[in-house]
C-alpha cells in the first residue's frame, strides 16, 4: 500500500482549500457536511483501499480512519481534526491562511505553506516553517502574504497557549464509531 507524508512532499506555495472537496476526493467515502449558521461542518471516512498519510508524524489517513474540517468564519479559521478507525482523536491540524470567502455556497481560502499540528496531549508544532521561510527569503510569496502568514501564526500560537482556540466544540469534539460486536 502507498504512503504519503504530508510533512515531507513538496507543496504548492498557495495550497487552495475549498468545502466540498472532500465528496470528490479518489479515496474517500461517505462525505457529509452541515451547516450551523455561518459555521460549516465537514465529515469524510477513508475507504478501503486509500493509502496511509501522515501529517507531523502521526498517521491521519487510511482504511476507515475519519476526518472532519471546521469551518469557521468568526476569526477565519479552518480547523481539521482527525480520528482513527476506532473514534481516538489523532491530533488537529490548522493551516496557515488568509480569512476565509464564501463565494456562493462554497467557503474558499488558501493555505501559505505552514500550519499547526496540536497532538492529543496538548502539544503544538509548526509545520512547514522551513519552506515558508525559503519561500520568503526567495521572495516566491508577496510581503503581504508573509506578513499575514507570520500575524496569523502568532495570534493561533498566543490563542492556543491561552485556551482560547480552537473553540471547545472543536476542542472537546469526540465521535463514536460502532463496533462489529454486539
Do not use: C
Not at 490563542?159 to 463496533?179: D, K, T
Amino acid at each position: 500500500m502507498r504512503e504519503v507524508d504530508e510533512t515531507q512532499n513538496p507543496t504548492p506555495l498557495r495550497r487552495p482549500w475549498t468545502s466540498g472537496s472532500w465528496a470528490e476526493h479518489p479515496h474517500m467515502e461517505d462525505y457529509r457536511h452541515e451547516w450551523f449558521g455561518d459555521l460549516l461542518v465537514e465529515r469524510a471516512t477513508w475507504r478501503a483501499d486509500a493509502p496511509s498519510r501522515h501529517l507531523a508524524n502521526t498517521q491521519v489517513g487510511g482504511p476507515g480512519y475519519i476526518w472532519f474540517r471546521f469551518w469557521l468564519t468568526d476569526g477565519g479559521y479552518v480547523v481539521e481534526k482527525y480520528f482513527d478507525p476506532q473514534g481516538q482523536v489523532l491530533g488537529i491540524y490548522i493551516p496557515v491562511a488568509p480569512p476565509i470567502q464564501l463565494q456562493g455556497e462554497q467557503y474558499r481560502t488558501t493555505q501559505l505553506l505552514l500550519g499547526l499540528w496540536l497532538d492529543p496531549g496538548g502539544r503544538v508544532r509548526v509545520l512547514g516553517e522551513e519552506a515558508f521561510d525559503r519561500a520568503a527569503h526567495e521572495a516566491l510569496l508577496q510581503e503581504a502574504e508573509v506578513a499575514l502568514a507570520e500575524r496569523r501564526i502568532r495570534e493561533l500560537t498566543l490563542s492556543i497557549h491561552r485556551g482560547q482556540f480552537p473553540p471547545p466544540l472543536i476542542r472537546n469534539f469526540e465521535i463514536r464509531v460502532p463496533s462489529d460486536k454486539p
